[in-house]
């Protein structure tokens, strides 16, 4: 197959050594709005440049998008209108009418759209989804997340994440859904600026916890913060009647026990989300080509990327407005 990729910064970069050895990818074209920057990753991986403008006319098969979140949208819409199946990195638009608009694109083209919730393509999420789904836990009571950032992100980059809700913690919630099968009916969002003073100057949050009640009963608490010193910690706690089970705590988990016989403080913790998830990641673009190729269905579509959104939306209503919210009350939030 012939592949093409729209952005090549940290995650791009990434995915073009992933698909350059791919045994299924026989050439990739890369573009980026900084062109040096592409050519410096082609050259590295042996792929081919073309300017943004022409690469859907480049004779590829499907289109990888790993560009800046403001150009996904149009992005998803220009790869639709071609007849591409195309995959794209979370989220699909800056706001929700720019997200229902490329789905409907989509969904009028008849073609392919996959999101990148790599989480679900981890091992140990895997296992519990097949843990709860099985019984093996029993009745499913608490559900604990937590999503933590060893650095914050540049100052430039907070006004465009769309806010830790939306940037961080949307995977969170699509994982929750995953795993347990159920959806979100409410939630209760809080948040704290503290911190680095950037975070208020952009009207965002530094730490945020959230209590969602989901649709058979269970509750579920999910935690973020971007100023976790110790090291990057994604984990997730699912307690039921029977048993309990973690996601994430293994010897680079990033704590340190106060109990006398606990595990000691890991020797080397996760740094970031790349190093963490590689093999997610690339799970997530086997995936994708074996969508291509009409040998899987979909794993995770726009819609799934949209359900998510609506519990991220709801819970910035939350925080602001200080009350719980459901999602279901939200204006503008209806299907593409």
């Known amino acids: 197959m012939r592949i093409g990729l729209m952005g090549t910064g940290r995650i791009g970069s990434f995915h073009a050594e992933v698909l350059a050895r791919h045994r299924e990818v026989d050439s990739l074209v890369l573009a980026d709005a900084d062109a040096g920057r592409a050519e410096g990753v082609a050259r590295r991986v042996g792929a081919e440049v073309a300017p943004t403008e022409r ?30 199946p195309c ?10 009418p720019g997200t229902l608009e490329a789905l409907r694109e989509v969904e009028s083209a008849g073609t392919v759209l996959q999101l990148g919730f790599m989480r679900r393509f981890d091992a140990g999420y895997a296992v519990a989804r097949e843990r709860v789904r099985s019984g093996a836990l029993g009745r499913l009571h608490t559900v604990r997340t937590v999503s933590s950032d060893a650095a914050p992100p540049p100052a430039a980059y907070l006004p465009l994440s769309g806010g830790l809700y939306r940037d961080c913690l949307v995977h969170d919630f699509d994982i929750l859904r995953w795993v347990t099968g159920r959806e979100v009916v409410e939630v209760y969002a809080t948040g704290s600026a503290a911190g680095p003073a950037m975070f208020a100057a952009a009207d965002d949050v530094a730490t945020a916890a959230v209590v969602l009640t989901l649709d058979d009963g269970t509750l579920a608490t999910s935690t973020a913060t971007r100023c976790n010193g110790a090291g990057y910690d994604v984990r997730m706690e699912l307690a039921g009647e029977l048993d309990q089970l973690a996601v994430g ?8 026990s106060a109990e006398v016989s606990g595990p000691p403080a890991p020797a080397k913790p996760w740094a970031g989300f790349l190093e963490r998830f590689a093999p997610a990641y690339e799970a997530e673009l086997d995936a994708f080509l074996q969508v291509v190729r009409g040998e899987r269905a979909n794993p995770c579509d726009g819609r799934e990327a949209l359900e998510a959104l609506r519990v991220a939306e709801a819970c910035e209503v939350s925080r602001r407005e200080g009350r719980a919210v459901r999602p279901a009350e939200l204006p503008g939030l209806g299907r593409p």
Request: glycine letters at 6%; one cysteine or more.
């Open 55 to 84: 690469l859907l006319a480049s004779g590829v098969d499907a289109l990888v998008i790993a560009s800046a979140t403001a150009a996904h949208a149009e992005l998803i819409g220009r790869a639709a209108r071609a007849g591409l």
């Open 87 to 96: 995959f794209c990195e979370k989220p699909i638009a800056t706001d929700l």
């Open 249 to 256: 705590l293994d010897d680079r988990t990033p704590i340190t």
